[in-house]
């Protein structure tokens, strides 16, 4: 109701809300107000089916009582709450409210639990039976829509159960990444690398750092353009975590696809990829149980 902009609707509201009622009591005393006395001759005259008759008795007393609580718990509902127009009632409850106060309420009861986990170092927590019971909830809730139940990701989605990190697999990288995200930009590269020519000689290349299927003269050719991809894949192609660029030298880790086309589209159209930061959605415990049982992927217990 406050979502109004201007104060006219919520007036017409309220009017409409209270002359329905007065309606409602006026309609209970006009029909009290004709005496009927109750016996079996006060008929409407209506007969069906040859001796049905509607009568017209008195209504019941009990009948009368109840219309009666309706009009007046209707009133104090709209005093104490919010219903007329919008007038936020007296008691000021919203369901907003209510729902604050029920999350509160069920933090403050796992509270404990989390201060408990906090004072845990993430490799401590990874080997906690109820913090991996906790996080892997919290990671279906949060994580799986992305990187899937089993956490292997997606095309364009990274593995986070294997021993490759783009970004960094120790607790602190971890929980860096899901408190502020990341982003990995590569830009759009043909026009510096050259030709469609140059591109692809330059793709062989890259696809020699793992001796995947290439044409070894192209490569030749494309080793001295790949210093504009060493500036962020590093001199030897296997990647640099603080600008997040994938390891060159082992495709399987590949996010967006394989082969030389694939190269060269990355080289020509680039690529922006994001994992939405999760700060502002989470606690800092849930962070810290989470970033646990990533870690614990690919560091079982021995
Ligand atoms: C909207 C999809 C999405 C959601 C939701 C999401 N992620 Fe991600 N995540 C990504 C993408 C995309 C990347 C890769 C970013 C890049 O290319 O640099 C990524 C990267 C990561 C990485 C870095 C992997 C590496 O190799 O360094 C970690 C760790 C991670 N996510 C954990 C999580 C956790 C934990 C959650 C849940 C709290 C989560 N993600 C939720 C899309 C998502
Ligand atoms: C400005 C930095 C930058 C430069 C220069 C750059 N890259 Fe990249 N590249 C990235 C980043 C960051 C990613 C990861 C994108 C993502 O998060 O998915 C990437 C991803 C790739 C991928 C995709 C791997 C996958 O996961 O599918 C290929 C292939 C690639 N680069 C090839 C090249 C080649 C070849 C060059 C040189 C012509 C080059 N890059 C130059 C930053 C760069």
Same mark, same amino acid.
């Given at each position: 109701?406050?979502?109004?902009?201007?104060?006219?609707?919520?007036?017409?509201?309220?009017?409409?809300?209270?002359?329905?009622?007065?309606?409602?009591?006026?309609?209970?005393?006009?029909?009290?107000?004709?005496?009927?006395?109750?016996?079996?001759?006060?008929?409407?005259?209506?007969?069906?089916?040859?001796?049905?008759?509607?009568?017209?008795?008195?209504?019941?007393?009990?009948?009368?009582?109840?219309?009666?609580?309706?009009?007046?718990?209707?009133?104090?509902?709209?005093?104490?709450?919010?219903?007329?127009?919008?007038?936020?009632?007296?008691?000021?409850?919203?369901?907003?409210?209510?729902?604050?106060?029920?999350?509160?309420?069920?933090?403050?009861?796992?509270?404990?639990?989390?201060?408990?986990?906090?004072?845990?170092?993430?490799?401590?927590?990874?080997?906690?039976?109820?913090?991996?019971?906790?996080?892997?909830?919290?990671?279906?809730?949060?994580?799986?829509?992305?990187?899937?139940?089993?956490?292997?990701?997606?095309?364009?989605?990274?593995?986070?159960?294997?021993?490759?990190?783009?970004?960094? *697999? !120790?607790?602190?990288?971890? =929980?860096?990444?899901?408190?502020?995200?990341?982003?990995?930009?590569?830009? @759009?590269?043909? /026009? %510096?690398? *050259? !030709?469609?020519?140059?591109? =692809?000689?330059?793709?062989?290349?890259?696809?020699?750092?793992?001796?995947? @299927?290439?044409? /070894? %003269?192209?490569? !030749?050719?494309?080793?001295? =353009?790949?210093?504009?991809?060493?500036?962020?894949?590093?001199?030897?192609?296997?990647?640099?975590? %603080?600008?997040?660029?994938?390891?060159?030298?082992?495709?399987?880790?590949?996010?967006?696809?394989?082969?030389?086309?694939?190269?060269?589209?990355?080289?020509?159209?680039?690529?922006?990829?994001?994992?939405?930061?999760?700060?502002?959605?989470?606690?800092?415990?849930?962070?810290?149980?989470?970033?646990?049982?990533?870690?614990?992927?690919?560091?079982?217990?021995?």
């Amino acid at each position: 109701m406050s979502d109004f902009t201007s104060g006219f609707w919520a007036m017409y509201v309220s009017v409409i809300t209270l002359l329905s009622i007065l309606a409602c009591a006026l309609l209970l005393w006009m029909t009290g107000k004709v005496k009927t006395v109750a016996n079996s001759t006060t008929t409407t005259g209506h007969v069906w089916d040859g001796d049905l008759r509607e009568m017209n008795n008195p209504l019941p007393r009990w009948w009368v009582w109840m219309f009666v609580i309706t009009i007046v718990f209707s009133l104090v509902y709209l005093v104490l709450y919010p219903g007329l127009g919008s007038s936020p009632g007296q008691l000021g409850w919203t369901s907003v409210g209510q729902h604050q106060a029920e999350v509160d309420k069920g933090n403050a009861e796992v509270a404990p639990l989390y201060a408990k986990f906090m004072s845990m170092k993430p490799e401590e927590v990874a080997r906690d039976a109820k913090a991996m019971a906790i996080g892997e909830r919290l990671f279906m809730n949060n994580c799986a829509q992305c990187h899937g139940s089993d956490a292997r990701g997606n095309k364009g989605i990274p593995n986070l159960t294997d021993a490759f990190w783009i970004h960094g *697999g !120790t607790p602190e990288k971890i =929980k860096e990444t899901v408190i502020l995200g990341r982003i990995g930009v590569m830009p @759009p590269l043909a /026009a %510096a690398v *050259g !030709t469609a020519d140059d591109v =692809k000689n330059v793709a062989n290349y890259v696809l020699s750092l793992s001796g995947s @299927p290439h044409d /070894a %003269a192209r490569a !030749t050719k494309g080793q001295e =353009k790949f210093a504009i991809c060493a500036a962020c894949h590093g001199p030897d192609g296997k990647g640099i975590q %603080a600008i997040g660029s994938g390891n060159l030298t082992n495709p399987k880790t590949w996010l967006h696809g394989q082969g030389e086309a694939h190269v060269m589209a990355m080289v020509n159209f680039g690529k922006t990829n994001q994992m939405p930061a999760q700060g502002d959605r989470l606690t800092e415990g849930q962070i810290h149980v989470l970033t646990a049982y990533v870690w614990g992927f690919s560091n079982p217990a021995k």
